[in-house]
């Protein structure tokens, strides 16, 4: 991996921050543009830029021109400040320096609407929380042209590998959150469920951040050490803004938390590195960062009142788009209890399958279902063909399929996309969701009935499941 980065200041522990973080070769270039030096860029070949115009400079670039080249653009925001020539008129005046800032974030934005090779990252966010003393130190600027201290440097470069990490598919999925003292105040099975607190300090805050990310498609889950009747049944309490049916995974029982996890992990047919886990006590947490580390685990300050804030710091759930489908998941995975009832009660796989009364619609790939075909390329590493990733912009205009998918208990929504150049499948990728339902054969006979195609499958860390699909299908390939 190779990431190029642009700065009009001295961009040295910037450098460093990004290849710390990123893991990626990192080649900087100081006061200078991308197409300045278009011939050494396109030498280094990129996976991606990262263009940071400073406020400190005062130079205010326009990021625009160098969208032409063909790279992924991360470019930050301009930190707020003020010379505090205006006072509160600052906002008012066109030409001062608090006005000109907000009018390149604004324009920032309004490229970045229109061409989605660009991504924002929201430096102005991260000084508001570090604080300007944390992120700025003006002797730096003076002496070296250094517009972050090391730790403004290290807080940017997490953001920046955070968005870069979503683009290729490395996201969070799945908050599992653990109930007593943490969802609410109390021990339900001393208080009873009527006699636990949902006003608890930290506590209605932290449930509205759980009700927002379900709203944008992460699944809840639940991981308790507790009887589950009498956990259920603290879950109904009217306090509380939140409903059983509102988690895709329930576990509560006294067995170790990890074995919860992993549990939960292969009911929602994730990897582990899907899950974020919550918990107020630290000797739960310490234990799930021992025995999975893929887990994301954030630590929570001893007062539940600035747990919202904290974790809202964190950035665990970094995304590269939302789409409509993502909406749809709580409510499939909510159906898939009266699949997995209808699997128990099916004499085979077979029938199951049969009974299911499965349809698969294909659309052609276009304008209305590129930004999902694109975000489950991101996504999907199970059923990742070749393992290639796009963004949206690299699929305008190619020729391809999006698959939608329903059943007599649901509609999946759009769960596989397939990239075609001539007659061979570039790209093709199936959400987890859409497995083991014999998915794959329904959108091979499709393709078939279009014409003659061959495929071919690239081995990646996880999507061995796919390597004997074509054999299988008696589809031509290579790999």
Not at 203 to 226: E, F, I, K
Not at 357 to 384: I, S, W, Y
Not at 403 to 412: I, K, M, N, Q, T
Request: proline share 7%.
């Amino acid at each position: 991996m190779r990431l190029a980065l642009f700065a009009d200041s001295a961009p040295q522990l910037l450098e460093r921050a990004l290849a710390k973080r990123t893991g990626a070769e990192v080649r900087a270039w100081g006061f200078a543009s991308p197409l300045a030096v278009r011939a050494e860029l396109e030498a280094f070949a990129p996976d991606a830029v990262v263009l940071w115009v400073c406020a400190e400079a005062g130079r205010f670039a326009d990021v625009g021109p160098a969208l032409a080249l063909p790279y992924r653009f991360f470019v930050p925001t301009l930190v707020t400040r003020d010379d505090g020539t205006l006072g509160a008129h600052a906002l008012l005046c066109p030409g001062s320096l608090r006005r000109r800032i907000l009018g390149w974030n604004a324009r920032l934005l309004a490229l970045a609407e229109a061409h989605p090779n660009l991504i924002p990252i929201d430096l102005d966010l991260i000084q508001a929380r570090l604080g300007r003393g944390a992120t700025f130190d003006a002797r730096l600027w003076e002496a070296a042209a250094l517009a972050l201290t090391p730790v403004g440097a290290d807080a940017l470069a997490k953001a920046v590998a955070d968005a870069w990490a979503a683009r290729l598919g490395q996201v969070r999925k799945v908050l599992v959150t653990d109930l007593d003292d943490t969802l609410w105040g109390g021990i339900v099975s001393e208080v009873g469920p009527e006699a636990i607190d949902p006003d608890a300090p930290g506590r209605a805050a932290y449930r509205a951040w759980l009700r927002a990310l379900a709203a944008r498609g992460v699944l809840l889950a639940v991981a308790s050490h507790n009887d589950a009747p009498v956990a259920r049944a603290a879950l109904a309490h009217p306090g509380l803004g939140l409903r059983p049916e509102d988690f895709a995974a329930f576990e509560a029982d006294w067995g170790p938390k990890p074995a919860m996890l992993r549990r939960i992990a292969e009911r929602l047919h994730v990897g582990l590195d899907a899950l974020v886990f919550v918990d107020d006590r630290p000797e739960q947490r310490a234990q799930v960062r021992a025995a999975l580390p893929q887990v994301a685990v954030p630590e929570l300050p001893a007062d539940p009142a600035l747990w919202p804030e904290a974790l809202a710091a964190e950035n665990l759930f970094e995304t590269a788009q939302v789409t409509a489908d993502d909406r749809l998941r709580a409510q499939s995975l909510r159906d898939d209890a009266a699949r997995a009832e209808a699997a128990a009660e099916a004499p085979s796989p077979e029938a199951y399958l049969a009974d299911l009364r499965q349809t698969l619609a294909p659309e052609p790939l276009g304008p209305a279902n590129l930004a999902r075909a694109a975000q489950l390329t991101q996504r999907c590493n199970q059923f990742n063909m070749r393992g290639t990733r796009h963004t949206e912009a690299e699929l305008a205009g190619k020729r391809g399929w999006v698959y939608r998918l329903s059943d007599r208990f649901g509609d999946l929504g759009i769960v596989s996309a397939v990239v075609l150049e001539g007659d061979f499948i570039e790209t093709w990728v199936i959400s987890c969701r859409a497995l083991n339902r014999g998915v794959e054969r329904l959108i091979l006979d499709h393709l078939r009935a279009q014409g003659p195609i061959r495929g071919e499958y690239v081995p990646t860390p996880r999507n061995a499941r796919c390597a004997a699909v074509y054999a299988e299908n008696g589809v031509p390939h290579g790999s």
